[in-house]
């Protein structure tokens, strides 16, 4: 029987210099695990906690050496000689052995490098690639691209109250063909900036962060440099925003610095209600706080048959919250990342309740990443239909497309494109 040998963690540095944990698993078969975990910077309150040491001397306090210590000794001893086959139940008994609501003992960033590598080991001692050892026979879709190509909010230090302003190019056959046009309007956008006076150096997700303050500017750049690459916006590429509104939101009020407005939910709610009139807007992400609940169904209420409400904050990649999302009526997607929740079959569970919900799924990566491509090869293995893993530059964005590239390949005529899916779910 195959069993887990060793497991053995250190300290890497993830896309912003932080330290992160990498970690390896190896079996007795010869088989190796590796797994990176990458870091947030605008954090919804409700996610898993990630262990730091705060300890001022190093890193500034970000330093990871405690929760290697966890995996090291505590999940070394508890996990060498088990079955790597299993990722339900060791996943289930690291959560036992943590014991704690959000994972606060032995760390999420500790758990998750653990299972992540796990779940790498099994597949590369199946000789399948990991797509396909979590997916099986049912994994064929490749992910419609969420492109971050201008920066705001925490991702950025300009006066743009927005965290995100994303290109979906849906309106293709092949993932290779869509990505082609990112990289193309990624380009003319930075022509644009250069031409326009503009700063186009790039933000932590490999977007421009150009100094405007206002929404429709940045949306009206984006829509110049779509056509100037000779594509139809709201026939081949469509706009995704990514509020991140918890950062702009307190005491019951929307404070958009940039643009000197305060908003109530529901002149927020017709604030994005204008702006999707404006704009080919199919996918809001975080339009609200958090804790409005109020705000999100409203919103999903108003014009979710045409546009996709994505709970990021609102959800965490918690079953618990989602369920609550679905009965509620609250958002019409989710936002799927690994480090909030802390294991691979978490987020497995929560990505099949929100599909068998009818919920829109999006893997996604976090601003402080790796080169580690796991959330690509993720996508793919439960036909989540969207990946949202940043702009068209610096190495760990693109080492996720590059990895959808590969499967597309290895798939052959078998690769299916969510684009089609997209449309039908919606009426645009």
Request: proline share 2%.
């Amino acid at each position: 029987m195959v069993y887990i040998s060793d497991i053995l963690a250190r300290q890497i540095l993830d896309s912003r210099g932080n330290p992160t944990l990498e970690v390896d698993v190896n079996l007795s078969d010869g088989s190796l695990g590796r797994a990176a975990v990458p870091s947030g910077a605008s954090t919804g309150e409700y996610e898993a906690y990630e262990l730091r040491d705060n300890n001022l001397k190093f890193f500034n306090g970000k330093s990871v050496f405690k929760a290697i210590e966890n995996i090291n000794v505590e999940i070394f001893n508890t996990f060498s000689g088990r079955n790597p086959f299993e990722q339900r139940n060791i996943d289930h008994d690291l959560i036992e052995l943590d014991g704690t609501l959000n994972k606060n003992k032995l760390g999420a960033n500790a758990i998750l490098g653990f299972s992540m590598a796990v779940a790498r080991a099994a597949a590369k001692s199946q000789n399948l690639p990991l797509w396909k050892y979590i997916g099986g026979m049912r994994a064929n879709t490749l992910p419609i691209p969420m492109m971050n190509i201008i920066n705001g909010g925490a991702h950025a230090n300009n006066g743009l109250d927005f965290q995100e302003c994303m290109i979906m190019p849906i309106g293709f056959t092949k993932f290779s063909d869509a990505l082609r046009s990112g990289v193309e309007i990624f380009s003319n956008l930075k022509k644009l900036l250069s031409k326009k006076g503009f700063s186009v150096a790039v933000g932590d997700e490999g977007g421009f962060a150009p100094n405007i303050n206002n929404l429709e500017e940045a949306l009206s750049y984006i829509t110049e440099s779509v056509e100037n690459s000779g594509y139809k916006l709201g026939e081949e590429i469509f706009i995704s925003i990514d509020a991140a509104a918890s950062e702009f939101y307190e005491k019951d009020i929307y404070t958009l610095k940039g643009e000197n407005k305060k908003y109530s939910t529901d002149e927020l709610v017709t604030f994005w209600e204008n702006i999707c009139n404006k704009f080919p807007i199919v996918s809001i992400e975080d339009p609200f706080d958090e804790n409005d609940w109020k705000g999100f169904k409203e919103l999903t209420k108003r014009i979710g048959k045409k546009v996709q409400i994505v709970g990021d904050d609102l959800f965490v990649t918690n079953k618990k919250r989602l369920l609550k999302g679905i009965k509620n009526r609250s958002a019409n997607s989710i936002l799927i990342k690994l480090n909030q929740i802390g294991t691979v079959s978490e987020t497995l569970e929560t990505m099949e309740l929100a599909k068998n919900s009818n919920f829109g799924v999006i893997v996604s990566h976090r601003s402080g990443e790796t080169e580690d491509v796991f959330i690509s090869d993720l996508s793919v293995a439960l036909n989540a239909g969207q990946i949202k893993t940043g702009s068209l530059s610096r190495s760990d964005r693109t080492a996720k497309y590059n990895q959808l590239l590969r499967i597309e390949e290895t798939m052959g005529d078998n690769a299916y494109y969510f684009g089609n899916d997209f449309f039908n779910n919606f009426n645009i």
